[in-house]
């Protein structure tokens, strides 16, 4: 009880509750895009790709600037994105293939950078290492500023082309025989997609932020069949296990938020594949053994 009153008081959890709620909401419902068009792995290649643009950001800026950084991780993941395409599309390597080594290209590159950049004076000032795994507790005002300005033009976006993106998803060669621009809207969803990992490399990390967006949506997608309410779902399951993960490292020691988080957002999953009607383990379980019941 005392947690729950301190969100209203206490600047620190508030900042990093309302950050990681941020990140899940938007994260969620873009997830729900990257899973349903089976790109939930391009999001983890992309997660680690921008951590060399976060590096490549400090080492011509010197400066930490939030939104400076957040500029160089969104080129970076980008630019992997595009590259993963254009491999699979210009060549007969096959899109898993093309994942496994852009993603091991730019990490490698980005540790590389980071370890050069250990050797300038103000690297320690500027903490790049916390953008491994997360570092929520330093939140600041300016860094939910900065997230809810990348975040809301995304999901805007996202209602304005709700019918394109809805039906990009589930049926891509009838879009493209409506005449709609497929590619252009893939490479649209593909950026927004990017912009949901670069708010959250400072919450959870680059090596956590693919849960952030499979998580979410895997878990709603137990519970309906229907895409709006899927994409509602995943936001408040990922806007839930952000407040959660909050309060878990808020009274746990030594407990990360970041990784707390994703439990949550673990935990959320498992529910929702055991108990979730019609698609659920349990459900299924009494549905073969009725079938076999009225079979004897």
Same mark, same amino acid.
Not at 1 to 5: A, G, H, I, K, Y
Not at 128 to 144: C, P, S, W
């Given at each position: 009880?005392? +947690?729950?009153?301190a969100l209203g008081t206490d600047y620190t959890l508030r900042t990093v509750a309302l950050g990681a709620a941020l990140l899940g909401m938007v994260s969620g419902v873009l997830g729900c895009f990257a899973v349903l068009r089976r790109q939930a792995l391009l999001g983890d290649a992309m997660s680690h790709a921008a951590l060399p643009g976060i590096a490549l950001a400090f080492w011509l800026t010197g400066e930490r600037d939030p939104l400076v950084l957040l500029i160089g991780a969104t080129v970076a993941a980008?630019? @992997? @994105?595009?590259?993963?395409?254009?491999?699979?599309?210009?060549?007969?390597?096959?899109?898993?293939?093309?994942?496994?080594?852009?993603?091991?290209?730019?990490?490698?590159?980005?540790?590389?950078?980071?370890?050069?950049?250990?050797?300038?004076?103000?690297?320690?000032?500027?903490? =790049?290492?916390?953008?491994?795994?997360?570092?929520?507790?330093?939140? +600041?005002?300016?860094?939910?500023?900065?997230?809810?300005? =990348?975040?809301?033009?995304?999901?805007?976006?996202?209602?304005?082309?709700?019918?394109?993106?809805?039906?990009?998803?589930?049926?891509?060669?009838?879009?493209?025989?409506?005449?709609?621009?497929?590619?252009?809207?893939?490479?649209?969803?593909?950026?927004?997609?990017?912009?949901?990992?670069?708010?959250?490399?400072?919450?959870?990390? +680059?090596? =956590?932020?693919?849960?952030?967006?499979?998580?979410?949506?895997?878990?709603?997608?137990?519970?309906?069949?229907?895409?709006?309410?899927?994409?509602?779902?995943? @936001?408040?399951?990922?806007?839930?296990?952000?407040?959660?993960?909050?309060?878990?490292?808020?009274?746990?020691?030594?407990?990360?938020?970041?990784?707390?988080?994703?439990?949550?957002?673990?935990?959320?999953?498992?529910?929702? =594949?055991?108990?979730?009607?019609?698609?659920?383990?349990?459900?299924?379980?009494?549905?073969?053994?009725?079938?076999?019941?009225?079979?004897?």
């Open positions: 009880m005392e +947690v729950l009153l980008w630019l @992997a @994105a595009l590259l993963i395409l254009g491999i699979t599309r210009a060549s007969r390597i096959k899109e898993d293939s093309a994942l496994a080594m852009t993603l091991a290209v730019f990490f490698g590159f980005g540790l590389v950078l980071l370890s050069a950049l250990q050797k300038r004076p103000d690297a320690a000032q500027a903490g =790049l290492k916390t953008f491994l795994f997360g570092q929520a507790a330093a939140l +600041v005002e300016r860094d939910l500023v900065v997230m809810a300005l =990348l975040g809301a033009p995304a999901l805007l976006c996202v209602s304005l082309l709700w019918k394109q993106f809805k039906l990009l998803s589930f049926d891509p060669e009838y879009a493209a025989s409506l005449g709609m621009p497929t590619g252009a809207l893939g490479l649209l969803l593909t950026t927004l997609i990017v912009i949901a990992i670069a708010i959250g490399l400072q919450t959870v990390g +680059v090596v =956590l932020m693919s849960a952030m967006l499979v998580a979410p949506a895997a878990a709603a997608r137990q519970w309906t069949n229907r895409l709006s309410t899927m994409v509602l779902l995943a @936001a408040a399951f990922g806007a839930g296990a952000g407040v959660a993960g909050a309060l878990i490292s808020a009274t746990a020691r030594g407990v990360s938020t970041g990784p707390a988080v994703v439990l949550c957002l673990t935990a959320i999953t498992l529910v929702s =594949l055991v108990f979730a009607p019609e698609r659920g383990l349990l459900w299924s379980m009494w549905r073969s053994r009725r079938l076999i019941a009225s079979a004897e």
